[in-house]
């Protein structure tokens, strides 16, 4: 039996059997990442590959080193821990930079949660603070997507929304499928006074292919687009590990409109390695970087922020 195996199957469950002896382990784990696990926490069904460092660097080829360093932490946070060790403590963890980035936007952040009237735990910094990625964009971006159509793929709340209406879009594009969330977005919308007339609610989940899967109703974003009359300006998605899906379905309305994307990467195998991969084989001369919007927390909201090459002043 190798040592990591070795560790998860014996020597893990003995140290949290003592007094003190989860912190004891996870500091082990935290300090030795050759102790790996067979069980990727990032997934759900645990069934996600692991990723080395050479071969993240072949994925992302052609990223600025910042990026491929978060998509390697990212990795390495997956392998340090136990499966199902979620609970893991930040005296071990997280960096400096981190915790130092999490000190300057948490005043901010409580105060987006108050202002627009969210409970903790059920909306993040990655919209209230970091808006997606556009909060702390170039000038040249916020400017090229101004007067154009936002996609909102995967509306949740409405938080995302509410904080897109700052970028002087044409209209909001929200894709909510569940009937549920979709009331209490609308709710929360009218409670920060964002005019109906400012978006347009679908009730479809995106994908590849239109159809019905799970009770939900799927559509393509390329057939759906061609009954706007403006450009994409931007596509946010964040749909719990169905970015891929999404981004195919949306290829011609990508090729067309060149918008800024904001896409989740984090849930699971097939995001973080299809989605660069998928936007390189289209040759789009895109400038694609790995941005961190939570910086403490284990998945760390990581997200491809990637805009027109020709944007770049």
Not at 3 to 21: D, H
Not at 26 to 36: K, S, T, V
Not at 226 to 255: N, R
Request: hydrophobic share 35%; glycine share 6%.
């Amino acid at each position: 039996m190798e040592l990591g195996s070795f560790y998860a199957k014996v020597i893990s469950p003995f140290l949290r059997a003592l007094p003190l002896g989860t912190r004891i382990d996870m500091a082990l784990i935290a300090f030795h990442a050759d102790l790996q696990f067979t069980d990727s926490i990032y997934s759900d069904s645990g069934n996600n590959r692991i990723f080395s460092d050479d071969e993240i660097e072949e994925l992302f080829r052609g990223m600025d080193p910042d990026s491929i360093e978060l998509a390697k932490r990212f990795m390495h946070r997956q392998y340090r821990c136990p499966p199902n060790g979620f609970m893991i403590h930040p005296k071990y963890f997280y960096t400096s930079a981190e915790k130092d980035e999490y000190r300057k936007l948490y005043p901010d952040f409580r105060k987006a949660l108050r202002k627009y009237h969210f409970s903790p735990n059920l909306v993040g910094p990655e919209s209230l603070y970091y808006h997606h990625g556009l909060r702390f964009a170039p000038e040249y971006v916020r400017k090229n997507i101004a007067g154009k159509l936002f996609a909102d793929v995967g509306g949740w709340w409405g938080d995302s929304a509410i904080v897109f209406t700052r970028y002087s879009p044409e209209k909001i594009i929200i894709f909510e499928p569940f009937e549920e969330n979709r009331r209490i977005l609308v709710r929360n919308l009218d409670r920060n006074s964002v005019s109906r007339e400012a978006y347009l609610l679908q009730p479809f989940a995106l994908s590849d292919f239109n159809g019905c899967e799970n009770g939900m109703e799927l559509r393509t974003l390329d057939e759906l687009s061609s009954g706007f009359s403006a450009p994409f300006g931007v596509l946010k998605a964040d749909i719990e590990g169905a970015g891929l899906h999404f981004l195919k379905g949306a290829q011609k309305t990508i090729l067309r409109d060149r918008p800024l994307l904001s896409l989740s990467i984090y849930h699971n195998e097939e995001e973080f390695a299809g989605i660069y991969q998928t936007l390189r084989s289209w040759d789009l001369d895109y400038h694609c970087e790995i941005k961190q919007f939570s910086p403490y927390t284990l998945h760390g909201e990581y997200s491809l922020f990637a805009y027109p090459a020709e944007w770049i002043e």
